[in-house]
Structure formats: structure tokens, C-alpha cells
């Protein structure tokens, strides 16, 4: 039937308060963190014997497991991302691990590099695929051996970053087929065409990438305390971002919020706007630096930082608020020397 002009405002307003309350909800939701003493006993994750040095947790992954790299071990260990219970001890690296990201399919493989020159790639099911040794092949120095201190895969352009743990040098393999990986008998030759070395001025290592694929850029964030943001269709540096005091060693991207989230030796969290290449926000809340930050699974602007302290904080990045506060550890158990 007809309806009147003001009827029809009316009921898009409506719809608009619905839309909004609805978010409301969904956004700066309460998690539920349990301190061990309330966990059942065969839920509780297994001690290590070292700190866990980075923690990984892909929900495109058909295992769903998490993938933990411990301080100074060449072995990372499957969990389970409900409980942390260890599955399972992966072998295949001669010294401590540095970094790994996850191929989804149809490659649906995981690479990992360590402080032993080392590449490996890894099947769905941890099964070793390849090992690479970074030679001159990669560093471009005759004679010369590095280790790839931080790995980001770029899906939408077949593209595998790895950046030198030793220097602010990154460099950039093609992967269009897994057949170019388990047929060569070496570590391949970078392609040049995604070379960063004429546009990238760090000067010093590169700690974190971080691919945004709406924009067809990649992130990359320095020792230097500067945020380098490159166009890999036109091959050019289109932002270098400034706004931290000491080094930078996380990059988290917010697709949903168009945002990039920084963090490293300072004590705040910097909000860019990637496009215009402009800070947008610091959230600030942590007394000392910050040792980890990353997406929530499941949520689009909910984000986790973790602290030296133990300090563990839950932000909203469109409230730009912290909704939740707990600490990590046990402070009692610290006191008497048991952590």
C-alpha cells in the first residue's frame, strides 16, 4: 500500500537504531578468561620448560591447532586453541624459531624460518615438505647467509615476504603453484620484480609485515620506530609513518575499520589510517613495552596486546577503549620463584 513521506522516514530511522544497537552489542563484548585454579584438571595446558616466545592461530587451517614457538627451541608444538593442551612436537629446524605464517589454500601449507638459515614448508598436517637455506641466493652477497627474521604471505599476488633478521634488507619469492616448491631442489631466486630495495629506506632490521589486501599494500615496520607502507601493484613507497619513540615490533591490520595497528618498545598502541597515511588514535593503558598484539578470532574490531608485565589488555578499536584488563600470569606464584 502507499505510506507517506514521513512514514518512510520514519521507518529507515528505525531501521538505522536497529542496525546501530546491534553493533553496539557485538562491539566491546566481555571475554571470559578463566585463572588456572578454576580450569579442570585435563584441561589445564602443559608446563613448558621455556617462555613462549610467539603464538600462532590461523582459523582457515584444517588442523585448528595453534602453533607455538618457544624461547631458543628448534621445535615448535601443536596445541589445542581451546585449552592450549599440547598435541604435538614438530622437528625439523637446528636452532630457535623466528617467525611463521600460514599459505591458505590451495597451498594450505605453513612456513616457518629460523636462526639457522633455514625456510621450511609444511604440509596440512606438519609434515615436513622442503627445506630452503638462505645462501647468497637470497642475500644477494657472494659467500654470505642470513636467517628471515619476520615471513608474510600476500595471497591476492602469489607473493612470499621475508625480511633479514641481520639487516633492514626484504626480499620476495613468487609462489603461483606448490609444485614450485616440493620440485626445487634449492632455495628459489627472489623475484626482482618485487624487490623493495630502491623504495625501502630502514635503517635498521624490519621486525613485522603485514599485508592489507583491500589496499594491495604491504606494511612493514622497523627497529628504527618508523611504519613503511608500499603499493605492490605500482611497486612504490606510498607512506613512511612516523609516531613511535622506540623500535617497532608488531602490525596488526583492521580490514573491517580500514585501520593499522602498531606496537613495539613503547608502552601505547598508534592507530594509522593507512590510506592517507595519517595517525588517527594512540591507546594507551600499559605501563612498560609491549611484547604481543593480535586479532581476536571470530571479531572484527576486537584486538588483544599482552605486556613485559604480564599485563593483558582487550581493546575495542571503534570505541578506541579498553574493555578488558586481567593479568596473565600469577602473581603469587612469580613471588615464590615457581614461574
Not at 531501521?15 to 546501530?20: C, F, G, Q, S, V
Not at 630502514?202 to 627497529?223: D, I, N
Not at 608485565?309 to 620463584?337: H, I, P, Y
Amino acid at each position: 500500500g502507499a505510506a507517506s513521506w514521513m512514514e518512510f522516514v520514519e521507518f529507515v530511522c528505525a531501521i538505522a537504531e536497529e542496525l546501530r544497537m546491534k553493533a553496539a552489542e557485538e562491539s566491546g563484548q566481555i571475554f571470559d578468561f578463566l585463572p588456572a585454579d578454576q580450569v579442570a584438571t585435563h584441561y589445564k595446558p602443559t608446563a613448558p620448560k621455556c617462555h613462549y616466545d610467539q603464538i600462532y592461530y590461523w582459523p582457515e587451517h584444517p588442523t585448528e591447532s595453534v602453533v607455538v614457538l618457544e624461547e631458543g627451541q628448534p621445535n615448535f608444538f601443536l596445541h589445542r586453541p581451546k585449552t592450549l593442551y599440547r598435541k604435538k612436537k614438530v622437528e625439523g629446524h637446528r636452532h630457535d624459531l623466528l617467525s611463521a605464517t600460514f599459505l591458505p589454500a590451495p597451498y594450505t601449507c605453513t612456513v616457518t624460518s629460523g636462526n639457522d638459515n633455514l625456510v621450511c614448508f609444511w604440509d596440512e598436517n606438519y609434515n615436513l615438505i622442503k627445506k630452503w637455506e638462505l645462501d647468497q641466493t637470497f642475500t644477494g652477497e657472494k659467500g654470505k647467509c642470513t636467517s628471515a627474521g619476520a615471513l608474510c604471505w600476500c595471497h591476492e599476488i602469489h607473493a612470499l615476504f621475508a625480511a633479514d633478521h641481520f639487516s633492514e634488507k626484504i626480499r620476495a619469492w613468487r609462489i603461483t603453484d606448490m609444485m614450485d616448491i616440493r620440485s626445487s631442489e634449492s632455495v628459489l631466486e627472489p623475484d626482482k620484480r618485487l624487490s623493495l630495495a630502491r623504495q625501502s629506506n630502514h635503517t635498521k632490521a624490519v621486525q613485522a609485515m603485514c599485508w592489507m589486501a583491500p589496499m594491495k599494500c604491504l606494511a612493514t615496520a622497523s627497529l628504527d620506530t618508523t611504519i613503511h607502507i608500499f603499493d605492490l601493484v605500482e611497486m612504490k613507497r606510498v607512506h613512511i609513518l612516523s609516531g613511535h619513540k622506540r623500535g617497532l615490533t608488531h602490525l596488526q591490520y583492521c580490514e573491517k575499520g580500514h585501520i593499522l595497528l602498531s606496537a613495539g618498545f613503547d608502552s601505547y598502541i598508534n592507530i594509522w589510517d593507512p590510506g592517507a597515511g595519517t595517525l588517527s588514535f594512540c591507546l594507551q593503558g600499559h605501563d612498560c613495552s609491549i611484547a604481543g598484539l593480535c586479532r581476536i578470532p571470530g571479531t572484527d574490531f576486537e584486538f588483544a596486546s599482552v605486556d613485559f608485565e604480564s599485563m593483558v589488555r582487550v581493546w575495542d578499536v571503534r570505541r578506541l577503549s579498553c574493555s578488558q584488563t586481567f593479568c596473565a600470569t600469577d602473581r603469587q606464584l612469580e613471588k615464590n620463584g615457581e614461574l
